[in-house]
T-cell receptor, first 112, second 116 residues
Framework: QKEVEQNSGPLSVPEGAIASLNCTYS??????FFWYRQYSGKSPELIMF????GDKEDGRFTAQLNKASQYVSLLIRDSQPSDSATYLC????????????FGTGTRLQVTL | GAVVSQHPSRVICKSGTSVKIECRSL??????MFWYRQFPKQSLMLMAT?????????EQGVEKDKFLINHASLTLSTLTVTSAHPEDSSFYIC????????????FGNGTRLTVT
């Protein structure tokens, strides 16, 4: 079982719609969760991080964490074509030298 | 925010040669740097964790004698791919944190290595 799992997609949403990206993790000791966006050929850039159960909002982005269900999600409101990228979910466990484990990423396509 | 500079961004080398990739933290001291590798259409895979002044910790399956990591100062870590082969062609990315173990990783721009 992969430690961090994501649907590879592609997830296609029309411009202006809400994109919902999901991620599950297997290690209950994971404490910190991150969403990165990666454009083709580029390195990942941080979108959001979340440590506590519940929602965290930043502009058009909302991260949701449910530790009981071991589930993390990222909502992108008013999706734009420039949001088209691969979104990587990552988790860190302080018991593993704070390493970050990445999911395989979900490719998002925002269509006009 | 944290700035991580990685160089070179792109390198092409012949099989059997060695390539050095540098990663610098520009406005903070990075005691720990993480080196990742990413093959096309795959996720980032952690290769090793380098700690300033000590030996790097390699992930299972990563050859420490092939991927030499040096973290001699608090602002510079280097990864040397020795005796490169075509299967080493990949996207290599360094990353670090600027504060606590729990804070997000900041990534360098990556190095696209092509071994011919």
């Amino acid at each position: 079982q992969k430690e961090v799992e994501q649907n590879s997609g592609p997830l296609s949403v029309p411009e202006g719609a809400i994109a919902s990206l999901n991620c599950t993790y297997s290690d209950r000791g994971s404490q910190s969760f991150f969403w990165y966006r990666q454009y083709s050929g580029k390195s990942p850039e941080l979108i959001m991080f979340i440590y506590s159960n519940g929602d965290k909002e930043d502009g058009r982005f909302t991260a949701q964490l449910n530790k009981a269900s071991q589930y993390v999600s990222l909502l992108i409101r008013d999706s734009q074509p420039s949001d088209s990228a691969t979104y990587l979910c990552a988790a860190t466990n302080t018991g593993t030298a704070s390493k970050l484990t990445f999911g395989t990423g979900t490719r998002l396509q925002v269509t006009l | 925010g944290a700035v991580v500079s990685q160089h070179p961004s792109r390198v092409i080398c012949k099989s059997g040669t060695s390539v050095k990739i540098e990663c610098r933290s520009l406005d903070f001291q990075a005691t720990t740097m993480f080196w990742y590798r990413q093959f096309p259409k795959q996720s980032l895979m952690l290769m090793a964790t380098s700690n300033e002044g000590s030996k790097a910790t390699y992930e299972q399956g990563v050859e420490k004698d092939k991927f030499l990591i040096n973290h001699a100062s608090l602002t510079l870590s280097t990864l040397t791919v020795t005796s490169a082969h075509p299967e080493d062609s990949s996207f290599y990315i360094c990353s670090t944190r600027d504060s606590s173990y729990n804070s997000p990783l900041h990534f360098g721009n990556g190095t696209r290595l092509t071994v011919t």
